[in-house]
């Protein structure tokens, strides 16, 4: 490739003119070796501008070291400027048309060594080019593309290795914890991080605590790392529970889990049967918890927290189905506070609600 050969004092003060006169070639490194400084250029220069060059360089000189200035073009092997993508789109440049990067959803989550992608249909013929550009610019070992929304009563979605290695099982780290579990087969968000230590921080030593549809336990294993608490931790999915278990044992904990697998309605039940009350009780899963609420407000102590999630627009049918269930058992209710946690669909919110629960 072509450089610019100068007295290795100059090298800076003529690279500046280079770039100001857009000769200069980014993307490759300047090289000193020889008491010479070799800078890439992007074209040929005749001798004009070899001349126009020496003249603005002695004019930033301003009369030192003048008459060793000799600008001299060869040819040099220049090391290649290596350069990091800032997005997976960028990375897919050249690779795919703009309007195909255009339309391509560029979120993504990443679960430990996993990524999890959405690609339009329209762009799925393009996937391992995707899957690729979106293994090369995460680094991470698998990517994997959505087949389906979040489904069912487990709340888990169909997915399909694109690139990478096609390992389900991860460990994921959040706020000094770790999850293990199997993005196949549980549900889990790394969308919920801010959430989750934000409800770990309100608890209080000794509180007993009801997560009622615990998942691999992300909740209770924040709560208990920072608490000397009881977590009651409840799930239908038998492999959700047995993550659970794991991730007991991977994280030092103050506090006690107890997972339980089975349908938190059956539960209840044998904790009603042993007069257990609880503190606090945490309630996500958004799209039916409400149907639990019932159970939630007959199973809370005297003056206990509720932390109450649902998809919706804003906060009105939440609030109200909460005080519907409290004025049902004769409680009152105060609202401590409510926010969207994420976005869930267009116009659509994750949100939080937490009340108080107390006797009249
Ligand atoms: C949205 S996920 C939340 C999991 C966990 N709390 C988290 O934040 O990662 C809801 C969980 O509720 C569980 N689930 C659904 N219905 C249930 C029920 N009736 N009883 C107990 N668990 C249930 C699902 O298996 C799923 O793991």
Not at 138 to 158: C, D, L, P, W, Y
Request: with cysteine; hydrophobic share 40%; glycine share 4%.
């Amino acid at each position: 490739m072509l450089a610019i050969k100068i007295p290795l004092k100059e090298t800076n003060k003529l690279r500046i003119i280079l770039m100001e006169k857009e000769i200069i070639d980014m993307n490759y490194k300047i090289q000193s070796s020889d008491s010479y400084g070799y800078i890439p250029i992007n074209r040929k220069i005749d001798n004009d501008v070899i001349i126009e060059l020496e003249n603005e360089l002695k004019k930033k000189l301003k009369g030192q070291n003048e008459e060793k200035i000799a600008i001299e073009v060869v040819e040099k092997n220049l090391e290649k400027i290596k350069k990091y993508p800032k997005s997976i789109a960028e990375n897919l440049e050249g690779k795919l048309s703009n309007d195909e990067i255009e339309e391509l959803k560029t979120s993504f989550d990443i679960i430990g060594d996993v990524v999890i992608l959405e690609i339009p249909e329209k762009l799925q013929k393009h996937k391992d080019i995707i899957g690729h550009a979106a293994l090369d610019f995460t680094k991470r070992k698998g990517v994997f593309m959505k087949k389906s929304a979040i489904e069912g009563i487990t709340r888990i979605r169909q997915i399909e290795n694109i690139a990478g290695e096609n390992e389900t099982r991860t460990i994921h780290k959040e706020h000094g914890a770790r999850f293990s579990l199997d993005v196949k087969d549980v549900y889990f968000s790394p969308r919920l991080a801010t959430e989750r230590k934000r409800i770990a921080s309100q608890v209080k030593d000794k509180e007993m605590v009801l997560d009622m549809f615990a998942g691999i336990g992300p909740f209770p294993i924040l709560i208990a790392k920072r608490r000397d608490v009881e977590i009651y931790a409840v799930d239908i999915n038998k492999s959700a529970i047995l993550h659970m278990k794991e991730n007991i044992h991977l994280n030092k904990l103050k506090g006690k889990i107890h997972p339980i697998h089975g349908d938190i309605t059956q539960i209840a039940k044998n904790f009603k049967e042993k007069n257990m009350k609880f503190d606090r009780i945490i309630m996500n899963l958004p799209g039916t918890a409400y149907e639990f609420l019932d159970l939630a407000i007959l199973l809370m102590n005297n003056n206990g927290i509720l932390h109450y999630y649902e998809f919706a627009e804003n906060y009105d049918q939440g609030i109200e189905r909460i005080s519907k269930s409290a004025l049902k058992y004769d409680k009152q209710l105060e609202i401590l506070g409510s926010r969207k946690v994420k976005s869930s669909s267009p116009g659509q919110w994750h949100i939080c609600i937490d009340a108080k629960i107390s006797d009249f």
